[in-house]
């Protein structure tokens, strides 16, 4: 079964830095593009950016773009997305999916919230 | 990478159809057949219901079918049942790497 665990969520004020994770298994990890898309309360999926299977290419939206980074541990079968300066507008619950090979995320995490606020 | 459009409601009787616009640009859902659809219940992951435009994951009832026509997609879900009342996203590839999704529409069965 596939399993996609986020963690790392928290509260956090403006400007400050949070890594969220996710832990991934029940299918080989190295072998998917994955995501992260975000999900601000109340508010409509946003997504937020890729990286390929080796995490050789990666890409993000322009709303995140200089600020975030996405990675991940392919020994570890952790996806990771590090956010640095960050904004109120960036408070969200962040979900990990894994991409179906066919340009959408198939499996979903429950996703973890992260607060921007002083 | 503005979000594609979506009504924000719409509604059928148990037995009904019901069918969803996402309207985008010839950037995004007009240049690909790379659209999928999610469904997502209140306080739940979002769950893939339709992806390259028409085509449904093993185990998604075939009550749910996609199109496509120009810039502008549409997911049609038939004979509705109570447990399809649930928040809709559209998403499209949309070059470089990068995806935008709906604004979402809420489906209300009556």
């Known amino acids: 079964e596939v399993q996609l665990v986020e963690s790392g969520g928290g509260l956090v004020q403006p400007g400050g830095s949070l890594r969220l994770s996710c832990a991934a298994s029940g299918f080989t990890f190295s072998s998917y593009w994955m995501h992260w898309v975000r999900q601000a309360p109340g508010k409509g999926l946003v997504w937020v950016s890729r990286?390929?299977?080796?995490?050789?290419?990666?890409s993000y939206a322009d709303s995140v773009k200089g600020r975030f980074t996405i990675s991940r541990d392919n020994a570890k079968n952790t996806l990771y997305l590090q956010m640095n300066s960050l904004r109120a507008e960036d408070t969200a619950v962040y979900y990990c999916?894994?991409?179906?090979?066919?340009?959408?995320?198939?499996?979903w995490g429950q996703g973890t919230l992260v607060t921007v606020s002083s | 990478q503005s979000a594609l459009t979506q009504p924000p409601s719409a509604s059928g009787s148990p037995g009904q159809s019901v069918t969803i616009s996402c309207t985008g640009t010839s950037s995004d859902v007009g240049g690909y057949n790379y659209v999928s659809w999610y469904q997502q219940h209140p306080g739940k992951a979002p769950k893939l219901m339709i992806y390259e435009v028409s085509k449904r994951p093993s185990g998604v009832p075939d009550r749910f079918s996609g199109s496509k026509s120009g810039n502008t997609a549409s997911l049609t879900v038939s004979g509705l049942q109570a447990e399809d009342e649930a928040d809709y996203y559209c998403?499209?590839?949309?070059?470089?790497?990068?995806?935008?999704f709906g604004t979402g529409t809420k489906v209300t069965v009556l």
């Open positions: 998403s499209s590839y949309a070059g470089s790497n990068s995806y935008v």
């Open positions: 999916a894994r991409d179906s090979g066919h340009y959408a995320p198939d499996y």
């Open positions: 990286i390929n299977s080796d995490g050789s290419s990666t």
